[in-house]
């Protein structure tokens, strides 16, 4: 229902665009955003945007990643710049409707290496 794309291979203060998708199972979609997790560690929240486009995010992320959506698309994007080796994680995108479901992709590994 969640389909997530974008995730590679980059060096130290390259770039990365990821994007999910929503299929069309999910309805009044409220808010999207992208959670991350890396080896040993918990997920934690990178960014959200709301349905009206408030976002929020990570302190640690502020500054150089960007989130946005296209509405007509239920597509949720984030571009990553200035990756640092400790952006490294398993990238998930989340989504919940105004209904309470709530919703993740299936993960995609972004990798920041020399």
């Known amino acids: 229902q969640l389909q997530a794309s974008g995730g590679g291979l980059v060096q130290p203060g390259g770039s990365l665009r990821l994007s999910c998708a929503a299929s069309?199972?999910?309805?009044?979609?409220?808010?999207m955003g992208w959670y991350r997790q890396a080896p040993g560690k918990q997920r934690e929240l990178v960014a959200t945007?709301?349905?009206?486009?408030?976002?929020n995010y990570a302190d640690s992320v502020k500054g150089r990643f960007t989130i946005s959506r296209d509405n007509a698309k239920n597509t949720v994007y984030l571009q990553m710049n200035s990756l640092k080796p400790e952006d490294t994680a398993v990238y998930y995108c989340?989504?919940?409707?105004?209904?309470?479901?709530?919703?993740w992709g299936q993960g995609t590994q972004d990798t920041v290496s020399s």
């Open positions: 945007i709301t349905n009206g486009g408030s976002t």
């Open positions: 989340n989504v919940d409707n105004f209904v309470g479901n709530d919703y």
């Open positions: 069309g199972s999910i309805f009044s979609i409220n808010a």
